[in-house]
């Protein structure tokens, strides 16, 4: 029982990262349905300029927010400057998913040229060791979680309060109609793919400052378990994806704490055929065909 | 200005559209069509299944593709440009599928016609569509996607009168809704909106409904103006009567055909 629940500590810290990178996977997909492979490299890269950031000797909380800043950034380049002038030219849903698939490789490829194919550690940023609800979590662990927490509520009042957030998943509804209100779909489509970027950069921040130790596999070897959380909780559905997080998460930690560690993705995998075998459209598209970006 | 030489001496249309082929991929569908909406007015288009009606809307809204041809709001060119600067012009838009956001809520969907203005006036909107239809009332927290039919309808049209367009381009507004719904919307909505200086492009079914409200009537069959006269004159002559109510003008596309 107490293993049972330390490992659903683990769990929660650890669905925490993927919830982070689940929702920031399906925000952009749930607006401009590209299925963004690239997304695992840009994680990766994240964790690098981390290190970079690191080693100028800045504080750790900052580099995480500066990241997710940076990747945000590139996100908006990887689309205005290759995705979307090949959209315009034609190019078929599953063309897209190629060119990501080789932007991602060529990203991570460029990392190795840059930071040699080695591994990377931030060094000891745990902090105290934290007891409580019969967890066992350091207080970096504790921090990644409330911030965590923090970005998925700020999402959620911009998507359901703001005109800003209702644009968004207006456009993610049905792109036409919101043009037709006014709506400049291509700035919110921008938009978009910045706060998706931000939340891939700080979750592969997050990521590398609980391993020991990354490599330049960090990102591509963690997207399986964030599609996977992606596609538990409706692809498109950013609430699905906090809860997808945290269900991939806690069933890998406390498979792990039972089985083998290294199943921890095979579980995530195999959750994910599961899921699109009984209900392709996640946990709570039961009765919806085009719930999108909540519902 | 007037830029076509039969509108010499006349007011300047809304809309106007002039020798447009437009449809899908490298398929026309809209085959060398002019057309005038003149402020103020309500035009209706008429026509079979799959004459085109559709599309020669879409093409006017830069959705489908214009091959040839131009489209003119208020004498200016819009021919292809983008619908977002189209509903900032004014224009207003119900198309005939996928006319609400579906996982939004009714009072979301309202907020988003009214994007391009700002809290205060969005509110005092919301207030005014909600008089014309209070069937919304009760359901302005439900997702749009659990609606009935009726209800979409009216939770779309609704949505582009928050828009307070001056160019109001509907596509079958009135499909799934009641006959006295219907009438309601027709002439209660839009005709009056058009007494008040809006531009009214209406493709209806509902023919003869459609004609008592319209100024003019345009037929179209096959991509091709067939007919285009004055709505009241089509609805006092029996043969154009019939026309427009479908039976001779599947005779007329049945003509066409063999003609090839
Ligand atoms: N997106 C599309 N791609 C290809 N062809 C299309 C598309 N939409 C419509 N068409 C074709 O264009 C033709 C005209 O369709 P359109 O929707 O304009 O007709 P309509 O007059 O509005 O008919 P209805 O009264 O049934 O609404 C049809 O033959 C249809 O098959
Ligand atoms: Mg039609």
Redesign the pocket.
Known sequence: MHLLIEAIGFGVASGAVLALGAVGFTLQFGISNVLNITYGSLMTLAAFLGAFLLGLGLNVWLVMALGGLLIGVASVALNRGLLSPLIRRGLQPFGLIIVTVSAGIVVQYMIVAVAGPSTVAYGNLSGATLHFLGWTLTTAQVVILVVALVLMVGLHILLTRTQLGRAMRATSSNRTLARSCGIATTRIGDIAWFLSGTFCGMAGIALAITVESFDFTLGSVVLIPIIAAAVLGGVGQPYGAMVGGLVVGIVSQVSAAYWSPSYENVVALAMLIVMLLVRPRGLFGANSSSRKLLA | MPTSSDSGGRETPALAVQNLVA???D?A?VDGVSLEVPVGKVVAVA??????????LKAMLGIARVMSGKVLLDGQDVTSAPLEKLARLGVGYVP?LDDVFDSLKVLENLEMGGYLCNRVERQRRIERVLQVFPQLQAKLHRYAETLSGGERKMTAIARVLMLDPKILVLD?PTASLTPELSRVVLEEQVRPLSAMGTSVLL?E?KAVAALAIADWAYL?VRGRVEVSAPAAEVLSDPNMREIFLGRAAAEVAARSVDAE
């Open positions: 449809g899908y991929g398929f569908v026509g079979p299944n799959g004459a085109g009606k559709s599309t020669l005939q079958e493709v079914q179209l």
